[in-house]
């Protein structure tokens, strides 16, 4: 079954600081995956994704992410963090092979600290 | 852009109303989707529709019903609200990537 874990409820960095948010999934195939983020009580806006070729995807607001099949991470990244990256950010896998869902992890909870 | 529009943002009813929830899209996107968000818990799938009139159960559709009448349109239905289903309700449309609107804080009292 198609499953996406984000081990990191909740993270604090500074201001400036490197970050990187943790994302594992479990699927059969292939995976589509995607890093969100969702600002308070907004939805939720794509950041990145990756479909397929180079496993180092680039992102909007200075964003980057890993694909590595062998370890089924897609971990987030960003050199230095701004106050205005708190927010909830969200991984997902999409199986499009089961009628086009995307599965969601449970969030990760950013607070960026002066 | 794709414009993804959930018709309210806030939404207050009482224990055993019917309730409607409303997402149009303007991209013509086949795949539509009812997420359920809340805290700790992410995004649970209520039900999706890959075409007008079809639907499918996501993971938790207990207590709710879509409709899907025009591509444009998929509608959450919320038979009998009870106080459990208060909740932020997001709406997302999408083939290959999904698009969200801004979801719905509903809550039953």
């Known amino acids: 079954a198609q499953s996406v874990t984000q081990p990191d409820i909740h993270i604090t960095v500074s201001e400036g600081a490197s970050l990187e948010l943790r994302c594992n999934y479990s699927?059969?195939?292939?995976?589509?995956l995607f890093w969100y983020v969702q600002s308070p009580g907004q939805g939720l806006q794509l950041l990145l994704k990756y479909f397929s070729g180079d496993t180092l995807v680039q992102g909007i607001k200075g964003f980057e992410a890993e694909f590595k099949r062998s370890q089924s991470s897609f971990n987030l990244r960003k050199p230095s963090v701004h106050w205005s990256d708190a927010a909830e950010y969200f991984c997902a896998v999409g199986a499009f092979n089961t009628g086009n869902q995307f599965y969601f992890g449970t969030g990760t909870s950013l607070t960026v600290i002066p | 852009d794709v414009k993804v529009t959930q018709s309210s943002r806030y939404l207050v009813k009482r224990t055993g109303e019917k309730v409607f929830l409303e997402c149009v899209q303007d991209?013509?996107?086949?795949?539509m989707f009812w997420y359920r968000q809340d805290p700790g818990l992410g995004l649970r799938l209520i039900y999706f529709?890959?075409?007008?009139?079809?639907?499918e159960k996501g993971d938790i559709p207990e207590g709710y019903s879509v409709s899907r009448e025009k591509k444009e349109r998929f509608s959450l239905i919320l038979e009998s609200a009870s106080t459990n289903q208060t909740s932020m309700y997001l709406c997302a449309t999408g083939d290959t990537e999904a698009f969200f609107g801004q979801g719905t804080r509903l809550t039953v009292v």
């Open positions: 991209m013509d996107h086949e795949n």
């Open positions: 699927y059969g195939a292939t995976p589509y």
């Open positions: 529709s890959y075409d007008v009139k079809m639907k």
